[in-house]
């Protein structure tokens, strides 16, 4: 795992090419922090950065930038291909191998099969930018599930790419800016979906796609699709449960497997839930050494997962680390989110993930981690509820949705008449026009996909918080993946937006801001088409989520130490804005400084924290995601 950054000029040249681009990767160190490199190519006018995380093959073979053994190709790699040493047996003992490392796989199978068979053979986590001496060609790809981030732009005359934003940010032609519509979509998701981001013009390249620039010409364009795989996966498997158990079992083992490769220490991350328990179980079961796992706890009861944690480790004989968080602790890190994050990002559980990678880091360089399997398998009860929603709505007659629509959103703005009847309700702590403006857009869905991109959404069903925004392309907008079964389309939908535009950002972030890799086993592609093929009644039985990989689980832990209902990794995120954070909310969210700034309703936003703060309303999520923006700001502003 490592950094990288470079450019292409297009139409003008970037003076220095050499100092530049190291000073783009130098902003990178935190994800490299062993080696450096830079390549370039003056008449060509391309550079490429480097910042190394030494993980397989320490020597100085595994250096970048890399050259192809012929010469044709340049890259800067970040990830790893994990079936590296199949794919290296499938290219041929001929070949003069300078060391062990994937990058040099990588290279050989692109020099061998071309970029889209390579792309097509590889399992792994990966970004990276490929340079094609021959066919003066930038390559710009990205793994199937955006475990990996990769950004780029035009700017200052060239094409800029990199891991992060801050190191586009240092190329002299950068421009940065805030796009309003992008931020009224953050406001409302928490997260800023792909290819979009905080500022204008600037994308993240999405999951599953390459970038091609030829002769000033980019072309972008998707060499896998996670909707189309997995409708041909739909109703493939038809054995028992049983049958199931075991082929995951399989599949799980062979995964982890791969990713326990590393010439340097590896851990797991363990919350004592279904998906890190059995990672740390497999682990245990294929290490001929202890393993290492850890985690964090807070004091507040319901969302302390350690005495789970603690359980599981015991029963599996891992050598555990448990660190317990005070507020102090956990809200130092606050302040540096927005460097971290390079955009506005309020999954506020990117905190306790920042502070678990910073105690995991002091004893290992890798750690498992169960990301993806909620969404593969089911865990989260909205693939019963969204579903259901969906199905009634449906059944409702065009007309009838059109009129409550209309009714819910007249009753919602009493100021235009209907104060009378909404003044009946005025004592409600729910904000009965609040509430009807929710069910207004309810009505108002056109696709699973629409309903769904409501589950995430906060400020709903109130005036717009980013004032003169415009409307924004997402996948919540675009067509919803064609299956039979609605609950396998939602599980789809979430592998395809919130898994790589949330998770994955939260997680990789986190991890490579403490140079610690992190690896996701359950997002293996054998592991996604297994999930996608199995019917909908082996993943969900009744109310319980994952009840395939809870027959697998029991297998190796007794079921009393992992049966409870779901927690997540949450935080006390209600005690800390009524207590420590309360004096640094007042000042981002004053309504003077919110109406000088100009992007958010001040006047909405700054009543939303008064009524908070009194106790009206919890408006806890809505609060958290005004002030990672205007913390983003803050830390932007010149």
Request: charged residues 25%.
């Amino acid at each position: 795992m490592c950094g990288f950054a470079g450019f292409l000029d297009l139409t003008a040249a970037t003076p220095d090419r050499n100092r530049v681009v190291r000073a783009m990767a130098g902003t990178l160190v935190h994800r490299g922090p062993d080696d450096d490199g830079a390549w370039v190519d003056d008449e060509a006018g391309v550079a490429l950065g480097f910042r190394r995380l030494a993980i397989l093959d320490l020597s100085p073979q595994g250096h970048q930038p890399m050259a192809s053994h012929d010469g044709r190709w340049v890259i800067s790699f970040n990830g790893e291909i994990y079936n590296h040493a199949a794919l290296r047996e499938r290219l041929g003992g001929t070949t003069a191998w300078r060391g062990h490392s994937d990058t040099e796989v990588l290279l050989e199978a692109v020099s061998a099969w071309g970029v889209d068979e390579a792309l097509s053979a590889f399992d792994g986590m990966f970004a990276f930018a490929l340079w094609d001496r021959l066919e003066r060609t930038l390559t710009l790809a990205r793994d199937r599930f955006g475990e990996k981030p990769l950004y780029w732009t035009q700017a200052g005359g060239a094409l800029l790419f990199g891991s992060e934003l801050k190191a586009l940010a240092a190329h002299p032609g950068w421009q940065g800016g805030i796009d309003r519509d992008v931020l009224a979509l953050f406001m409302r998701l928490g997260w800023i979906p792909a290819p979009h981001t905080i500022h204008p013009g600037v994308f993240k390249l999405p999951p599953g796609h390459v970038m091609r620039v030829k002769a000033g010409e980019v072309a972008v364009r998707p060499y896998w699709s996670a909707a189309q795989c997995a409708a041909r996966q739909e109703g493939g498997f038809t054995g028992s449960a049983r049958q199931a158990a075991d082929r995951l079992e399989e599949l799980l083992r062979d995964s982890v497997a791969l990713r326990m490769q590393a010439d340097v220490p590896v851990g797991v991350f363990l919350s004592g839930g279904i998906d890190s328990s059995i990672t740390a179980a497999l682990m245990r079961q294929l290490s001929s050494e202890p393993v290492h796992s850890f985690t964090i706890g807070f004091d507040q009861a319901g969302l302390d997962e350690s005495p789970h944690a603690r359980a599981v480790a015991d029963h599996l004989g891992t050598i555990h680390t448990e660190v317990r968080i005070s507020d102090r602790e956990a809200l130092d890190v606050v302040p540096h989110l927005p460097h971290l994050y390079d955009e506005p990002f309020a999954d506020a559980a990117a905190l306790p993930t920042a502070l678990l990678a910073q105690v995991t880091r002091k004893s290992v360089t890798v750690a498992l981690s169960g990301d993806g399997a909620d969404e593969l398998f089911g865990g989260y009860g909205i693939y019963r509820s969204i579903p259901k929603d969906w199905q009634a709505l449906q059944g409702l007659p065009g007309g009838v949705k059109s009129l409550g629509a209309a009714a819910a959103r007249c009753l919602s703005r009493p100021a235009e008449g209907l104060a009378a009847l909404a003044g009946g309700f005025a004592k409600r702590r729910s904000h009965p026009g609040h509430r009807l403006g929710r069910e207004a857009e309810r009505l108002e869905t056109r696709s699973l996909a629409e309903l769904l991109g409501l589950h995430y959404c906060r400020w709903r069903g109130i005036a717009d918080v980013v004032p003169g925004a415009g409307r924004v392309e997402s996948l919540f907008t675009a067509p919803t993946p064609g299956m039979r079964d609605d609950a396998l389309a939602t599980m789809v939908l979430d592998a395809m937006g919130y898994l790589p535009d949330d998770l994955c950002v939260k997680t990789d972030r986190a991890t490579m801001g403490a140079s610690l890799e992190a690896r996701l086993p359950f997002l293996a592609l054998a592991i996604a088409e297994f999930a996608w093929s199995l019917p909908t009644a082996l993943k969900i039985e009744g109310d319980v989520g994952k009840a395939v990989l809870r027959n697998v689980l029991y297998r190796h832990v007794p079921r009393p130490l992992v049966d409870r209902p779901k927690m997540g990794f949450e935080v006390p995120l209600r005690r800390w804005l009524n207590g420590e954070l309360k004096g640094w909310a007042d000042d981002l969210l004053s309504e003077d400084r919110l109406r000088r700034q100009g992007f958010l309703d001040a006047s909405l936003v700054a009543r939303c924290w008064r009524e908070h703060r009194s106790g009206a309303k919890n408006w806890q999520n809505e609060i958290w995601h005004a002030l990672m923006f205007q913390a983003w700001a803050e830390s932007v502003s010149p």
